[in-house]
């Protein structure tokens, strides 16, 4: 008894099926996600939940390797593992059973609905639409290739536009009849996915708070901080400046996009332990008596000689007014920063009410706050790494115990007490590089927030510890640029650096990772001279 051909696509067509329809998946996903601002496109809500169950070593492990560009390498990670599966569902649909492809779509989309679903913040059960039409949609563009299929499979086997045996063709099914029909049909299923794809991004671009953030008029300071004096920059080609421009300051965080808040929506809440609960809109906010500070942010994730740091000048109403003017309770000894995201990091109330200039933050450098960096308002505690103080994106700040919340770093093993600890940094001459015999001068930046830096010293090869001369600084708050004279010999020579602070505290050279608690050591490199 005859058969009735089966649905077989050569196998490009069939991998490109696939790729097809997880695309037309995607960009209607995308489209629905742009007709609200509590949707999201699936691939951001599991990149999210990624990043929440990485372990600390993998969080490591990709600011090592990537630094501030772990979360688009997260992003194409996550692409190039859609695009492997997208093959393998279309090979199984178009070559073995339609019915096993379309499973495999449905349970991607529902693994982008559990993560749309499990967001921090909590979520309305509708966050899970852009998933299912998404889904919907790729399992029929599936089922229409399909039948394509189908269709010329069996034109093929009764003799249409070839017969059977025809040479070209095994099994009478020739490529070119996919080609111009099977493949007219994926071709425009692709560009109908482009279209979807950017109709959505056009769609979101509504939701963003550049506009909000463009129409903010920054407050005056009660008192403006004088400019900062010429010698806090050492005058040496290739040193880091001392202010860090708004566009070069390190982002890391949680977010894997930056969540736009417009400033006419925005609430701030004080909560918890307190005697008198506090909601201030944006204009009640900055309507507050506003101070300036110039405060250098460390990153937990800084390794020896890294990058992660930087400093600016801050825009804010103090935190200890608002906590007094809230009440502070008794028993109370965590503050907690709430993002809007539901984000959340904490550090110890006497922190917050030593006297330090702990800020809620509406302007950096001059400007509101970028949207990348919190807009439209977050924490600044000087000498804390930012795991446990820097929240952007600051919807609610809560008292509470440390026994009773476990922040979001702390359920990840990381350490509840983040004092920045005293580091230095060799930032000219490069590691490796290659410098002239004679006067080479070797300069860098050194930091303890809140303590303030005393001397910095340099070592050559195993030699004696020489003092640095300091920069200027305008507080204990910043870092201080140091420059050393160096009368360099031929050959190939080790620097290296140490600070000590004004407690008296010398740099330790033990080294130490960054988990859990900031990493420790002297910053080394090697240099030729000729």
Known sequence: MEQTPAAKAPFFIAILGGLVSAAVALAVAELIAGLNSAWRSPVLDVGDRVIDAAPPFVKEFAIDTFGTNDKPALLIGIGAFLALYALAVGFVALRRSLVAGLVGIAVFGLIGAWASNGRRAGAPWHVVLPSIGGTLAGMGALVLIHRSV?????????????????????????????????GTLV?????????????????????????????????????????????????????????????????????????????????????????????????????????????????????????????????????????????????????????????????????????????????????????????????VVPGLYGYVSATKWLTEIELTTFAALDHYWLQRGWAREAPIKLMSRIDTPRGLSTVPAGTVPIAGVAWRQTIGVEAVEVQIDDGEWQPAELGEVPSDDTWVQWVFPWEAEVGRHTLRVRATDKDGSIQTDERAEAIPDGASGHHQIVVTVE
């Open 150 to 182: 189908l269709a010329r499979s069996a034109s093929a086997a009764t003799g249409a536009g070839g017969g059977p045996g025809d040479s070209n063709a095994p099994g009478g099914l020739r490529r070119r009849q996919f080609l111009g029909h099977t």
């Open 187 to 379: 071709g425009a299923l692709g560009a109908g996915a482009a279209a979807f794809g950017g109709l959505g991004r056009l769609l979101g671009s509504r939701f963003s708070a550049t506009e909000s953030r463009k129409e903010v008029a920054l407050p005056s300071p009660a008192e403006a901080l004088p400019e900062l004096p010429a010698g806090v920059n050492v005058d040496v080609e290739g040193m880091t400046t001392f202010v860090t421009p708004n566009t070069d300051f390190y982002r890391i965080d949680t977010a894997l996009t930056a969540p736009q808040v417009l400033t006419s929506d925005y609430k701030l809440r004080i909560t918890g332990m307190v005697d008198n609960e506090i909601e201030l809109s944006y204009e009640e906010l900055v309507e507050r008596e506003m101070i300036e500070v110039d405060v250098t942010l460390t990153c937990v994730s800084n390794e020896i000689g890294g990058r992660l740091v930087g400093n600016a000048r801050w825009l804010g109403t103090r935190l200890d007014d608002l906590l007094n003017e809230a009440g502070v309770q008794s028993g109370a000894d965590q503050v907690v920063g709430r993002s809007v995201d539901g984000f959340e990091c904490g550090f110890p109330v006497s922190v917050a009410m030593d006297g330090r200039d702990a800020l809620v933050a509406v302007g950096m450098n001059g400007e509101p706050l970028p949207i990348a960096h919190g807009f439209p308002v977050r924490l």
